[in-house]
């Protein structure tokens, strides 16, 4: 059996409710997507959140290999994205300890980033992933440093350290993180979607969000 496979007998047999990750979120959630346009069509006036598993047409740029001779462009998005203003509380929707966390400060990168470890049995630990932090994020943190549930751990940034993206928070779930340090690609190449969606699957049940 595979982590793909544990994660998902985790799931089912899950009985701990997650914290909200984001005050609101489950009260006020708005679905939106971002596939036929850019991020000038999210809602302003509610929390509104989407975009797992979908083909955006914004990523085409050189940043995601568009345009680049004999590289097939990145364009499925594999986080779950929540736009709220900058500032916005985050918070750990389980417990965990501090996997990584840098700045990713190249344009359209995900700012600064924290990645959490989660031992959820004793066969399956997974990691979740959060992008476009504020600066101040970073401030105090150590690897294997304890996160409790509920306990907030970043707050968003603005455009100007985010990467150049509306303020919004992208969380995403990995079953296998391999080597990679303080960042994790959020976008992949559509004809390697079906392998990297049992990799990252949808964020939403982990976060019990519907």
Same mark, same amino acid.
């Given at each position: 059996?595979? &982590?793909? *496979?544990?994660?998902?007998?985790? =799931?089912?047999?899950?009985?701990? @409710?997650?914290?909200?990750?984001?005050?609101? %979120?489950?009260?006020?959630?708005?679905?939106?997507?971002?596939?036929?346009?850019?991020?000038?069509?999210?809602?302003?006036?509610?929390?509104?959140?989407?975009?797992?598993?979908?083909?955006?047409?914004?990523?085409?740029?050189?940043?995601?290999?568009?345009?680049?001779?004999?590289?097939?462009?990145?364009?499925?998005?594999?986080?779950?994205?929540?736009?709220?203003?900058?500032?916005?509380?985050?918070?750990?929707?389980?417990?965990?300890?501090?996997?990584?966390?840098?700045?990713?400060?190249? &344009?359209? *990168?995900?700012?600064?980033?924290? =990645?959490?470890?989660?031992?959820? @049995?004793?066969?399956?630990?997974?990691?979740? %992933?959060?992008?476009?932090?504020?600066?101040?994020?970073?401030?105090?943190?150590?690897?294997?440093?304890?996160?409790?549930?509920?306990?907030?751990?970043?707050?968003?940034?603005?455009?100007?350290?985010?990467?150049?993206?509306?303020?919004?928070?992208?969380?995403?779930?990995?079953?296998?993180?391999?080597?990679?340090?303080?960042?994790?690609?959020?976008?992949?190449?559509?004809?390697?979607?079906?392998?990297?969606?049992?990799?990252?699957?949808?964020?939403?049940?982990?976060?019990?969000?519907?």
């Amino acid at each position: 059996m595979d &982590r793909y *496979d544990l994660y998902l007998d985790w =799931l089912k047999a899950r009985t701990e @409710t997650p914290a909200d990750i984001m005050t609101g %979120l489950k009260i006020g959630y708005e679905g939106v997507r971002l596939d036929k346009g850019g991020m000038d069509t999210v809602p302003t006036d509610r929390l509104a959140a989407g975009g797992y598993d979908e083909e955006r047409a914004i990523y085409q740029t050189e940043a995601f290999g568009a345009g680049v001779p004999g590289i097939e462009a990145r364009t499925i998005h594999l986080g779950f994205d929540i736009f709220a203003p900058a500032g916005t509380p985050v918070f750990a929707p389980m417990a965990g300890t501090v996997h990584s966390f840098q700045d990713n400060a190249a &344009r359209l *990168d995900y700012g600064p980033t924290i =990645l959490l470890e989660h031992k959820l @049995t004793n066969e399956l630990t997974v990691w979740s %992933l959060y992008g476009h932090l504020s600066r101040d994020s970073l401030m105090g943190l150590r690897p294997g440093q304890s996160i409790a549930k509920g306990q907030e751990i970043a707050r968003l940034g603005s455009e100007s350290v985010n990467g150049g993206w509306l303020p919004h928070l992208h969380v995403q779930l990995i079953l296998d993180i391999g080597d990679a340090h303080g960042d994790f690609p959020g976008v992949f190449r559509k004809s390697e979607r079906d392998h990297w969606r049992r990799v990252c699957p949808d964020p939403r049940p982990f976060l019990g969000i519907a």
